[in-house]
């Protein structure tokens, strides 16, 4: 007789961490939800090094770590040091009453996912259908998410508060899986903020997912803050659809973590459309930050811009790859994509890869890409004014940020964003 | 003010400044000629502190310091000025924030507090109507967009606010047309005083026709070959650069 040993799988051995838990606790059709993405997962792998989608980040060390479902309290205090009205705070993907604060708002709905499920119809009608199904840990989200917050903005409404959700990491590897919707009805306004924290050392992993559903003239600003340990793992995925004559525009602001990977799709599913993604990426020691977006125009007179700006400093790694797909029946289309690039030091790398796809013929679309170290004459330029080398450095390196500090629309966090970059770049006197 | 002594500098082993001799002394115009090639350019580089070059001989004293031994910044602190042949255009630096930064960064390292707003903007009004730029560069990038004239106007604005005690002027009138050339002398000559020195460097005669010199050197294979009064400049612009190339090898 042959002895049969079973040797686990990656993948069953990574999805074991969620084994501990009893997810099905929602109730329909959220339960329902969770046992399709469950049952996906079972005919999916994870990405290798073949995997074009992966190419420049190997999730490898990622997947390997063994992983606890985190606390649900934070063991010590935190300042979250957010002046608005309107914060909901997750700890490890659960929801924290205690360092929540809200200012009720009328015609606004903000509150943990969780609550929402107990009979939110509009969230019943619309949950998981953005996310990806192919994708694995979008499904693994799908299957296992904890919690996460519900935003929805009725008809007409402009909300007046600044909308903060925080996610904090903590204790050492903790796994979490938070799970957002963000619904604009038809002519609603709303500007929101994702905070991502740790609030202790070591590794940790954060896999996190949104849908934005931007109804019919609705305008919606997202600012994604990423500012975890240097030894976070983070995975993004944002998924957002918009409808005829909406706006939407997402900030995404990478400044700590060892592994970063941010997905953004969007799906152009009425005319008239605009759209604006921004990405800002501060790099440091050994991270590794990867930003992919793909924009479907799929109805005609839509304008897509696209701005991601990394600096890479000491030996991290940035990879840039953005795609826009136009379809045959997108005439008027105006796509804009544009990927700069500073790398300060020769250990540092960024891989870009712009990517325009058409298939309509009267279409502006353009993108560029560049990857460069200072300038130097720029640099001596301010030098022979009597600015010293560090403070020119500085000085350039602001200026290279500063449109895209620009698309922040909430001042405080406008002024937030410049003083990180202040402080990582005025150097020391 | 400024003692050039026997200086020799090259980039990438090619020997450009063969030994250059010069004394500059304050409320003294200075005009440097010469064809092409015979390293104006170098000069102005090597006295502003552009790292490519290599000193390999020769001393600069600059108020009694030793110039060659100052980081670029510095020499700007002490009151050295370029005015560039190519001015840099640098996206999202705003000119009134460049500014700023330097009067103020220069201000820090003499124990100075920052200059009051105020202050800085009445300075800002009266030097930009020296060259005709009232308020219109003010929040535009340095030199983004700026056509040739107006780059060079932003130059001798630039030079106007920081107030140096040494200004060059690299090849300033290159591509102007008649009325900018006008403004820029203008603007030079209106900033000259018994204490500051300014040496112009240019391969043609025609802005020494605005900004008179009080010597005129030439300049021919990395040598001071000739000097004269300003009419030596004229005579350059009649007979060419030849005669003294030729003078020069026979000497």
């Not at chain 1, 000085?395 to 406008?414: C, Q, T, Y």
């Amino acid at each position: 007789m042959l002895e049969a040993t079973v040797e686990m799988s990656q993948k069953d051995k990574f999805l074991s961490h969620f084994g501990m838990i009893d997810f099905s606790f929602d109730k329909s059709p959220f339960k329902e939800k969770r046992k399709e993405a469950e049952d996906r997962l079972s005919n999916m792998e994870f990405p290798t090094s073949k995997t074009e989608y992966w190419k420049y980040t190997r999730v490898n060390k990622l997947i390997r770590q063994e992983y606890i479902l985190g606390e649900q309290e934070l063991s010590s205090e935190i300042d979250l040091g957010v002046p608005t009205e309107n914060c909901l705070v997750f700890i490890n993907g659960y929801y924290s009453e205690e360092l929540s604060w809200t200012k009720s708002e009328e015609g606004i709905d903000f509150m943990p996912l969780s609550k929402a499920k107990e009979g939110n119809q509009p969230l019943a009608d619309r949950f998981d259908q953005l996310s990806k199904k192919e994708e694995i840990f979008s499904t693994i989200n799908s299957a296992y998410h904890q919690d996460g917050v519900f935003f929805h903005a009725k008809k007409g409404k402009l909300a007046e508060s600044v909308y903060y959700v925080i996610n904090i990491s903590a204790g050492e590897k903790a796994i979490s899986n938070p799970r957002n919707m963000v619904i604009m009805d038809e002519g609603s306004s709303a500007k929101m903020i994702f905070k991502n924290l740790s609030a202790s050392e070591g590794y940790s992993f954060t896999n996190q997912l949104t849908e934005y559903f931007v109804g019919r003239n609705a305008n919606l600003e997202v600012n994604k803050i990423e500012s975890e340990s240097d030894e976070a793992f983070l995975i993004s995925n944002d998924e957002c659809q918009q409808d005829e004559s909406s706006q939407f525009k997402i900030n995404t602001i990478s400044l700590s973590g060892a592994l970063l990977r941010n997905n953004l799709n969007i799906d152009l599913n009425g005319s008239h459309t605009e759209t604006w993604m921004n990405g800002l990426s501060l790099l440091h020691g050994k991270q590794h930050v990867d930003h992919h977006t793909l924009i479907h125009h799929r109805e005609p007179d839509c304008v897509s811009h696209e701005l991601y700006k990394t600096i890479a400093d000491d030996a991290s790694t940035g990879v840039f790859n953005g795609k826009v797909y136009v379809h045959p029946i997108a005439q008027k289309t105006n796509a804009y994509q544009s990927n700069a690039n500073m790398v300060l030091t020769d250990e540092a790398a960024v891989y870009s890869k712009p990517e325009l796809e058409i298939y309509a013929d009267d279409v502006k679309c353009s993108h560029g890409s560049t990857t460069g170290q200072l300038d130097e004459e720029a640099l001596f330029y301010l030098r022979s004014r009597g600015i010293g080398q560090k403070k020119a450095i500085a000085v350039l390196l602001n200026a290279f940020l500063s449109d895209l500090v620009e698309h922040i629309g909430v001042e405080h966090l406008r002024e937030e964003v410049q003083a990180v970059i202040d402080e990582k770049y005025s150097g020391v006197k | 003010m400024l003692k050039i002594k026997n200086l020799h500098a090259s980039i990438e082993d090619n020997e450009i400044l063969k030994g250059i001799n010069l004394e500059v002394k304050p409320g003294e115009v200075h005009a440097i000629m010469g064809p092409n090639g015979s390293g104006k350019s170098t000069l102005s580089s090597v006295l502003a502190g552009r790292d490519e070059y290599e000193v390999t001989e020769g001393s600069v004293e600059f108020l009694g310091q030793d110039l060659l031994d100052m980081e670029a910044e510095d020499r700007a602190r002490a009151g050295v000025f370029l005015a560039f042949q190519y001015p840099v255009e640098i996206p999202g630096v705003s000119n009134i924030n460049f500014l700023k930064t330097a009067i103020n960064e220069a201000r820090e390292k003499k124990g100075l507090e920052p200059m009051p707003a105020k202050e800085f903007l009445s300075r800002v009004k009266e030097k930009a109507k020296l060259v005709g730029l009232e308020g219109k560069f003010n929040n535009r990038s340095v030199n983004e967009g700026f056509s040739g004239g107006e780059k060079k106007r932003n130059e001798i604005f630039q030079m106007a606010m920081l107030e140096p005690k040494l200004a060059i002027l690299d090849e300033t009138d290159s591509g102007l047309d008649i009325d900018a050339l006008k403004v820029v002398a203008d603007g030079v000559n209106k900033l000259k005083s018994p204490d500051n020195a300014t040496i112009v460097i240019t391969h043609y005669q025609r802005l020494l026709d605005y900004i008179i010199p009080d010597y005129v050197h030439v300049l021919s294979n990395g040598k001071i070959v000739k000097t004269g009064g300003k009419e030596l400049a004229l005579e350059l612009e009649e007979r060419g650069y030849d005669w003294i190339k030729e003078e020069a090898v026979n000497a």
